[in-house]
């Protein structure tokens, strides 16, 4: 879930409500993956809690190519086509 939802940061910013939709998952579930991203420092939010855009953190920005291949690489040990 963490790899799908980091995957859709790289893409653009979304609040809770707009990555719960796209992943087809619980926004609760989505909550949670995203204060375990925020605390280890890939990701960062802004705005108030609800309705707060989420961002890839500027570490994962600078090396997205880097970070594009490692999500590459877990996916496809994963099995995971997304």
């Given at each position: ?73 877990l996916n496809e040990a994963s099995g995971d086509?997304?």
């Open positions: 879930m963490r790899l799908c939802i980091m995957r859709k940061l790289m893409e653009r910013p979304a609040n809770v409500n707009q990555l719960a939709k796209e992943l087809n998952v619980n926004y609760r579930t989505v909550l949670h993956h995203l204060e375990i991203l925020e605390k280890n420092g890939l990701i960062r939010s802004e705005g108030p809690r609800y309705g707060a855009l989420y961002f890839v953190s500027d570490i994962v920005d600078a090396n997205s190519d880097w970070f594009k291949n490692v999500l590459g690489k086509s997304r």
